[in-house]
């Protein structure tokens, strides 16, 4: 297992869809039987990567994430599997090397869950919540050079506006641009709250129950952690190192990822690559949702990987 910092005692992420999760990743095969390796992409706090390994006494798990804050809560949970599990600090658009370093070879199954965690949301200090305040940074790979208040400072105002419109669906997305631009002239954005606050000011104040910087803030998350394009990128690994009959589950939580998956999975169903287990995407129950709020956006896909002539 990968030497990381220990874990702090604050919240730690709830898994979402769980038992959804583990049954497309059975995709019928006998827990007990089931043998091979998986990949969880985005480990995170190991939720979905124990309940593989406890389900199924015969699987090993590679398990990716970039951000090194997650992957030591996942060592520390996941530690009781011993050699069964081994935990890598990686970006999915890395996920190909690393398997390749590994040498662990075609692959029986991969997760990619491809949200925000708990353990960034409730850590102000990480910069992602709105509702606390903390530094524009929303980096969840920390070696990462560009954060939330490089974009915010920097971009000109069409491209901002463009990024909050395509990658927030926000509808209100000139309007805020424009306020940032003109408000950014004064003094540049430094703190999570001092953003929030210009947002909800452009949007006429807060109303309702969603916060009005909550599409604006996803849009910027998205763009420092080059979410749509590690999303191929895991997809692509996914496709190459899986083996016949081998399943890709996919959770999203933004109906553009959602699309994404959904092309993916059609082109590949039709070039004879891939049988699509369900065709409409799976959503949390009534049951979960009163637990856990979080898994209400959440979509799972599920796919399975055909190769002529079977096991290669
Ligand atoms: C929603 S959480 C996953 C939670 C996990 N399934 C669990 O049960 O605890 C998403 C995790 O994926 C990681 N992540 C997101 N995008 C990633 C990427 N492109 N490469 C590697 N890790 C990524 C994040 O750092 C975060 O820890």
Same mark, same amino acid.
Not at 12 to 22: D, I, K, M, N
């Given at each position: 297992?990968?030497?990381?910092?220990?874990?702090?005692?604050?919240?730690?992420?709830?898994?979402?869809?769980?038992?959804?999760?583990?049954?497309?990743?059975?995709?019928?095969?006998?827990?007990?039987?089931?043998?091979?390796?998986?990949?969880?992409?985005?480990?995170?706090?190991?939720?979905?990567?124990? $309940?593989?390994?406890?389900?199924?006494?015969?699987?090993?798990?590679?398990?990716?994430?970039?951000?090194?804050?997650?992957?030591?809560?996942?060592?520390?949970?996941?530690?009781?599997?011993?050699?069964?599990?081994?935990?890598?600090?990686?970006?999915?658009?890395?996920?190909?090397?690393?398997?390749?370093?590994?040498?662990?070879?075609?692959? $029986?199954?991969?997760?990619?869950?491809?949200?925000?965690?708990?353990?960034?949301?409730?850590?102000?200090? %990480?910069?992602?919540?709105?509702?606390?305040?903390?530094?524009?940074?929303?980096?969840?790979?920390?070696?990462?050079?560009?954060?939330?208040?490089?974009?915010?400072?920097?971009?000109?105002?069409?491209?901002?506006?463009?990024?909050?419109?395509?990658?927030?669906?926000?509808?209100?997305?000139?309007?805020?641009?424009?306020?940032?631009?003109?408000?950014?002239?004064?003094?540049?954005?430094?703190?999570?709250?001092?953003?929030?606050?210009?947002?909800? %000011?452009?949007?006429?104040?807060?109303?309702?129950?969603?916060?009005?910087?909550?599409?604006?803030?996803?849009?910027?998350?998205?763009?420092?952690?080059?979410?749509?394009?590690?999303?191929?990128?895991?997809?692509?690994?996914?496709?190459?190192?899986?083996?016949?009959?081998?399943?890709?589950?996919?959770?999203?939580?933004?109906?553009?990822?959602?699309?994404?998956?959904?092309?993916?999975?059609?082109?590949?169903?039709?070039?004879?690559?891939?049988?699509?287990?369900?065709?409409?995407? %799976?959503?949390?129950?009534?049951?979960?949702?009163?637990?856990?709020?979080?898994?209400?956006?959440?979509?799972?896909?599920?796919?399975?990987?055909?190769?002529?002539?079977?096991?290669?």
């Amino acid at each position: 297992m990968a030497e990381e910092p220990e874990a702090d005692a604050r919240p730690v992420h709830l898994p979402v869809l769980p038992e959804e999760v583990l049954d497309g990743q059975l995709a019928g095969r006998d827990p007990q039987a089931l043998t091979g390796w998986f990949v969880d992409g985005t480990t995170g706090a190991g939720g979905h990567a124990e $309940a593989l390994l406890e389900a199924c006494p015969g699987v090993h798990l590679l398990g990716i994430d970039q951000d090194p804050e997650a992957l030591g809560l996942a060592t520390t949970r996941l530690a009781r599997f011993g050699e069964r599990v081994r935990l890598r600090r990686a970006r999915l658009s890395e996920l190909c090397r690393v398997i390749r370093k590994e040498r662990i070879g075609r692959l $029986a199954g991969v997760l990619l869950d491809v949200g925000v965690c708990s353990l960034h949301l409730d850590r102000p200090e %990480r910069g992602f919540s709105f509702l606390e305040d903390g530094p524009l940074d929303m980096r969840m790979d920390p070696s990462r050079e560009r954060t939330a208040a490089d974009i915010v400072n920097h971009w000109d105002e069409s491209d901002l506006a463009d990024l909050l419109y395509y990658e927030g669906d926000e509808r209100a997305a000139r309007k805020i641009a424009r306020a940032l631009c003109q408000a950014r002239r004064r003094a540049p954005f430094l703190r999570t709250a001092a953003l929030a606050e210009e947002i909800a %000011r452009a949007m006429g104040g807060v109303h309702g129950k969603t916060h009005p910087a909550t599409k604006s803030f996803q849009a910027l998350r998205r763009a420092v952690n080059e979410e749509g394009d590690e999303l191929i990128a895991g997809l692509e690994a996914a496709e190459h190192w899986l083996d016949d009959g081998g399943s890709l589950c996919v959770i999203s939580f933004h109906s553009g990822e959602d699309r994404v998956v959904k092309r993916f999975f059609q082109q590949g169903a039709k070039e004879g690559r891939w049988e699509l287990v369900n065709k409409k995407p %799976r959503s949390a129950s009534a049951g979960e949702l009163r637990q856990n709020r979080r898994a209400r956006s959440a979509r799972l896909r599920v796919g399975l990987r055909r190769r002529k002539g079977g096991a290669a």
